[in-house]
Each structure stands twice: as structure tokens, then as C-alpha cells.
């Protein structure tokens, strides 16, 4: 079974400007969460999609951050305009919860590492 | 916030159990204790989870308390490739599908 997607693996950008983040889920993952994780911290919850409906954004940064899965499958995550402090490492993670699966078992992708200059 | 306590760090010699502890004391009846790991460089990855009763799969033992409010992972025979940062993490229970992680603890296997 092929896992869970991510591209790019870097980029480095400067700070005001825009980046996209493409994540493509485990096949029939009905969920698909991204998460920012800074260094030498855990990962933090951005948003958790329910096929192509928001679950939960309350951790969004709205005025710069936005994503969207579109047909319920790809999604892609929106920083624009960057700033320093959005360096870190983007995880996108997927999981059948909810679907004939009562446990919380979210498989992730090797994630985008974002440099901000 | 996380509603876990954990070491930041730990050392375990390469083909000794490794024990890692983790504190949850506010758990609720309902909610779950997940623990995953993260490989340096890689995404996080499930372990194993538990209610109340002990567990065991292929890759560890999950022990918790008879309180709840305590839970130990066990990896029976630790290699170097078990190095990496575990997180204890309570499900929000209620369907939620979520997980919160805090720092976790550096499990360094030690040749």
C-alpha cells in the first residue's frame, strides 16, 4: 500500500512570499489532517478535512494560511505571505477514522521542511 | 495543551527493554492513550493504544495503570533503529479523531 504523499520535501523561500504544499492521502482516506511542526516540538494541528469539508480550522492562522481538498482527495496547504516565524516542517497525515475504524491511527508523509529567509 | 507528562530524553542499551513512562492523570473514562514515534526526518508513526487493558502488538507492550493515570511503552529488544522521539498522546475521545502532541521523550539506543 503506497503512503501518504508530500512534495515538495523543501523550500526556501523569502519572508512576504507565497508557497503551496501538496499532500496526496492513502487511497479511500476519507481524512486528511496537516500539521506544522516546529522545531524540537511535537506537531501541531492546522486542519483536519473530512473528505472535501472542514472539519476543523480553529488552529488556522487565517490571515495567511489556507487549504483546500478539492474532490475529497489531494489537498494543498497556502501560506501567503510568509513569515520568519512559519519556518518548520509541514505534515500531512491521513486515517480511515470514522470509516469501519473506531481507532485513531493517522498515517503520515515524510512532510515539506519550509526555511523563511 | 497536551494532557500528557513525559521525560525529554532517555537512554537504552541496544538489545535491552526499553521502559518509557508516561503520566496522564486527568484521563477520562472514555479516552484512549495512543503512543507514536518519529524517526528523524520522517512523520510520526502509530505504535500501539490502549484503554484500560494491557497491550501487545508486533512492536511494543502498552501497560497501564489499574488508575489510568499512568501508562508504560515497553520495546522488549531495543535496536538502534528505535531511536527516535515517542509521544504519549490522549485521544479527545468523542469521535474527535484528533491527536494533540506535546515534546514527547528522545529514546536514544545506545550501541
Known amino acids: 500500500e503506497a503512503g501518504v504523499a508530500q512534495s515538495p520535501r523543501y523550500k526556501i523561500i523569502e519572508k512576504r512570499q507565497s508557497v503551496a504544499f501538496w499532500c496526496n492521502p492513502i487511497?479511500?482516506?476519507?481524512?486528511l489532517y496537516w500539521y506544522q511542526q516546529i522545531l524540537g516540538q511535537g506537531p501541531k494541528l492546522l486542519i483536519q478535512?473530512?473528505?472535501?469539508?472542514?472539519?476543523?480550522d480553529s488552529q488556522l492562522p487565517k490571515d495567511r494560511f489556507s487549504a483546500e481538498r478539492l474532490k475529497g482527495v489531494d489537498s494543498t496547504l497556502k501560506i501567503q505571505p510568509a513569515k520568519l516565524e512559519d519556518s518548520a516542517v509541514y505534515l500531512c497525515?491521513?486515517?480511515?477514522?470514522?470509516?469501519?475504524?473506531?481507532?485513531?491511527?493517522?498515517?503520515f508523509g515524510p512532510g515539506t521542511r519550509l526555511t523563511v529567509l | 495543551d497536551a494532557k500528557t507528562t513525559q521525560p525529554p530524553s532517555m537512554d537504552c542499551a541496544e538489545g535491552r527493554a526499553a521502559n518509557l513512562p508516561c503520566n496522564h492523570s486527568?484521563?477520562?473514562?472514555?479516552?484512549?492513550v495512543y503512543w507514536y514515534r518519529q524517526i528523524h526526518s520522517q512523520g510520526p508513526q502509530y505504535i500501539i493504544h490502549?484503554?484500560?487493558n494491557n497491550e501487545t502488538n508486533e512492536m511494543a507492550s502498552l501497560i497501564i495503570t489499574e488508575d489510568r493515570k499512568s501508562s508504560t511503552l515497553i520495546l522488549p529488544h531495543a535496536t538502534l533503529r528505535d531511536t527516535a522521539v515517542y509521544y504519549c498522546?490522549?485521544?479527545?475521545?468523542?469521535?474527535?479523531?484528533?491527536?494533540?502532541f506535546g515534546k514527547g521523550t528522545k529514546l536514544s539506543v545506545i550501541p
Open positions: 497525515a491521513s486515517s480511515s477514522s470514522g470509516y469501519g475504524n473506531s481507532y485513531n491511527e493517522q498515517f
Open positions: 487511497s479511500g482516506h476519507a481524512t
Open positions: 478535512f473530512q473528505n472535501n469539508g472542514v472539519v476543523d
Open positions: 486527568t484521563i477520562s473514562g472514555n479516552e484512549y
Open positions: 490502549g484503554l484500560k
Open positions: 498522546i490522549v485521544d479527545l475521545g468523542a469521535g474527535s479523531y484528533q491527536l494533540t
